[in-house]
C-alpha cells in the first residue's frame, strides 16, 4: 500500500504543479494586461483633457476675437451703444452661444443678453473667477477663466477674458472691462464629446455618486466646477476595454481547454496506474493482510514482477500453512499438558492440604474422647459431637466435589439433558441445605420463578445450585439472607442467580475464580475452608449446557453468582 500511496502522492503532485503552471501564466498574463489597461487609461484621460480645452477654446475664440477689442472697449465705455445690436444679438443668433455678460473695469454689468428659449442667469463674475482671469493661462495673450454654471438640471459652460484695447498688444494696462459668453451643456455638446473621445459620455448632476464600473468597461471621471471652484456635477467618460474583453475570452478559452487536457490525462494516468499498478498491488496487500491466496491468483498470471511476486507470496503462504499447522499442534498438546498439570497440581493440593485437615481435626477429636483418664461433661460432649458434624459435613461436601470432579475429568459423567421446572431443582438444594444455613440463623429464599422450564441435566444443575448456594451460607454472617433468583433475560435465556448480603470480595479475587491453575481459598465467617473446586464444577456444567456464568461482588455488601441457560431448546450431548 505504500507504493500506491508513492504513486498517488507523485500524480498528486504532478497535477498541482501543472495547475500552479497554468495559474502562474493566468496572473502574468492579467498583470499584463493591467499594465496595458494602465497605459490605455493615461492615454483616454490626455484625450478627455483635450477634448474638455477644446470645448473651452470654442467659446474663447469668441471671447478674445482680435476684431472686437476696440468695439469692446468703445461699448464699455458707451461711445457706441448700438454695437450690441450688429454683434452681440448676431452672436447669439448664428453659434452655439445663449449668454453674453459685459462688465467694465469696476465689474459693474453693462450688458446682459441671452437666447430667451433659456432661463436667466446671475452674474458669473466673482473674486475667484477674477483671481484666476488675472493669475491663470494666458490665452494668445489673454488670460481667461473656463468654469460651468448649474440652473436646476441646465449645466452652462462659461468662459471669460479682460478686455483690452488694440493698442496694449501684451495687455500690460489694467483691463477696460470683462467679456463673458456661455453656451448650454446639451446633446450635441455631449456628442462632440463622445466622438472627440470615442467614449459615451454621460452627465451626473450628483456630484456624490459614483459610478458603477461593468465588466470590460473603463471610465474617466471629470468634475464640473463653478466660478468659486466648487463641484456642480460631474463628467463620465466611459469607453470599452476591448484588449480586456479580448484577454479574458482568451484566458477563459485556455483555461477551459487546459482543464480539458488534464481531465483527459488525469483519466488516462489513473486508468493506466490501477490497472498496471493499484489493482496488483491492491490484490497483493490485501493478500498479505488477510492472508488469503485466492486474492492472488489473477495477479500471478501476470507476466510482469508482480506475478513473479504474487507467485513467490502463495509459495510463502503454503510453508507458512504448514509451519502454522505443526504450531497448532504444538501449542494444543502445550495447553493440554499444562491443563493435566494444574489438575494435578490441584488434585494434590486438596488430598495434601484441605482433606488433610478436617482428618485431622477428627482424629484428635476422637482421641480426646476416647481418652479414659478425662471425665467428659454433658455439655463438652455436645460440643464435641457439633464439632465432629460439622467438620464430617465439610469434609462430605469436599469429597463429594472432588469425586465430581475427577469423574468430569476422566469424561465419565454421562451428560443426560431433560425437561426440568428449575424452580423444583432450586427448591431441592434449599431442602438439603437449610439445616446448614439454620445453624448460622440464615434464611433461604426460593425466588426463582415456577414457570421456567429448560431442557437441562438434572444432577449437573442440582450441583450448581448446591456449590453455590453453600458458598454463600459460608461467607454470610449470622441472621443473614441468601437468595436464589431465576428470570428470562432480553436475549431469551434463563438467567438464574445466588445471591447474599456476606463479606463480599475484591476485584483481585473475583479475576481469579472459575480457574483450576490459580488457588483461591477464603475462609468463611464461620472458620469454614474451601478449595474453590465447587465453582470451577459449576462452570464445566453450565458451559456444557452452552450457559455462561459470572460473578458480581462488593466487600462489606456480599457477592451475586449468576449463571445461563439456553431456553426452550435441545441440548446436544457432548461426546468425550
Avoid at 483635450?50 to 464699455?76: H, P
Avoid at 497483493?284 to 513467490?312: N, P, W
Amino acid at each position: 500500500m505504500k507504493v500506491q500511496k508513492r504513486i498517488a502522492m507523485i500524480f498528486i503532485v504532478s497535477l498541482v504543479l501543472l495547475l500552479l503552471t497554468i495559474v502562474a501564466y493566468l496572473y502574468i498574463n492579467k498583470v499584463g494586461h493591467e499594465n496595458i489597461q494602465a497605459e490605455e487609461l493615461k492615454a483616454k484621460e490626455y484625450a478627455v483633457d483635450i477634448a474638455i480645452q477644446n470645448s473651452g477654446d470654442y467659446l474663447m475664440k469668441f471671447a478674445v476675437d482680435y476684431t472686437l477689442w476696440d468695439e469692446l472697449v468703445r461699448f464699455i465705455n458707451k461711445y457706441d451703444s448700438a454695437w450690441a445690436g450688429d454683434n452681440i444679438n448676431t452672436l447669439i443668433k448664428t453659434t452655439h452661444i445663449k449668454y453674453v455678460w459685459i462688465f467694465n473695469q469696476n465689474r459693474d454689468i453693462v450688458h446682459y443678453l441671452q437666447d430667451k428659449s433659456y432661463p436667466k442667469i446671475e452674474t458669473p463674475l466673482s473674486s475667484y473667477c477674477i483671481k484666476k482671469i488675472m493669475s491663470g493661462k494666458k490665452y494668445s495673450k489673454h488670460r481667461f477663466c473656463h468654469f460651468y454654471l448649474r440652473h436646476d438640471d441646465i449645466i452652462i459652460e462659461v468662459a471669460g477674458a479682460t478686455v483690452h484695447g488694440s493698442d496694449d498688444i501684451d495687455r500690460k494696462t489694467r483691463p477696460e472691462g470683462y467679456f463673458f459668453i456661455a453656451r448650454i451643456i446639451d446633446s450635441v455638446s455631449i456628442d462632440d464629446l463622445e466622438i472627440l473621445t470615442n467614449s459615451e459620455v454621460q452627465l451626473e448632476l450628483d456630484t456624490g455618486k459614483v459610478h458603477e464600473i461593468g465588466d470590460f468597461e473603463t471610465f474617466i471621471e471629470k468634475r464640473l466646477r463653478n466660478q468659486n471652484g466648487l463641484p456642480i456635477a460631474k463628467l463620465f467618460f466611459i469607453s470599452e476595454d476591448k484588449i480586456g474583453r479580448s484577454e479574458d475570452k482568451f484566458s477563459k478559452i485556455y483555461l477551459a481547454v487546459n482543464i480539458v487536457v488534464i481531465l483527459i490525462l488525469m483519466i488516462f494516468t489513473f486508468t493506466m496506474i490501477k490497472k498496471n499498478v493499484s489493482t496488483p498491488l491492491g490484490r497483493i496487500a490485501k493478500s498479505l493482510d488477510t492472508g488469503d491466496v485466492k486474492h492472488i491468483q489473477l495477479t500471478k498470471s501476470r507476466d510482469d514482477e508482480f506475478g513473479q511476486i504474487a507467485m513467490l507470496i502463495e509459495e510463502s503462504f503454503r510453508y507458512r500453512e504448514q509451519l502454522e499447522n505443526s504450531s497448532e499442534q504444538i501449542q494444543f498438546k502445550n495447553d493440554k499438558l499444562q491443563e493435566l498439570n494444574a489438575t494435578k497440581d490441584k488434585f494434590f493440593s486438596i488430598i495434601a492440604h484441605d482433606l488433610k485437615n478436617p482428618f485431622g481435626v477428627i482424629l484428635q477429636t476422637t482421641e480426646f474422647l476416647a481418652n479414659p483418664d478425662y471425665d467428659h461433661s454433658k455439655e463438652e460432649f455436645m460440643d464435641f459431637s457439633k464439632d465432629l458434624n460439622f467438620t464430617a459435613k465439610n469434609l462430605f461436601n469436599l469429597l463429594e466435589n472432588l469425586l465430581t470432579w475427577a469423574r468430569s475429568q476422566k469424561g465419565t459423567i454421562k451428560f443426560e439433558p431433560s425437561t426440568q421446572k428449575i424452580h423444583d431443582l432450586s427448591e431441592t438444594t434449599k431442602s438439603v441445605l437449610n439445616t446448614q444455613a439454620y445453624a448460622k440463623k440464615i434464611t433461604i429464599i426460593n425466588n426463582v420463578a415456577e414457570d421456567i422450564v429448560c431442557d437441562c441435566d438434572r444432577n449437573m444443575i442440582l450441583t450448581v445450585f448446591r456449590n453455590l448456594t453453600s458458598n454463600a451460607i459460608k461467607f454470610t454472617n449470622e441472621e443473614g439472607e441468601i437468595r436464589l433468583s431465576g428470570k428470562i433475560n432480553d436475549s431469551g435465556e434463563a438467567e438464574f442467580s445466588v445471591s447474599d448480603n456476606g463479606v463480599g470480595m475484591s476485584d483481585e479475587n473475583m479475576k481469579k475464580l472459575f480457574r483450576i491453575d490459580v488457588n483461591v481459598s477464603t475462609i468463611g465467617t464461620s472458620q469454614e475452608k474451601g478449595t474453590g473446586l465447587g465453582l470451577i464444577l459449576c462452570k464445566e456444567f453450565v458451559e456444557r449446557h452452552g450457559g455462561r456464568i459470572w460473578v458480581d461482588s462488593k466487600i462489606g455488601e456480599g457477592s451475586k453468582f449468576s449463571f445461563t441457560l439456553p431456553l426452550k431448546q435441545e441440548i446436544i450431548e457432548e461426546s468425550k
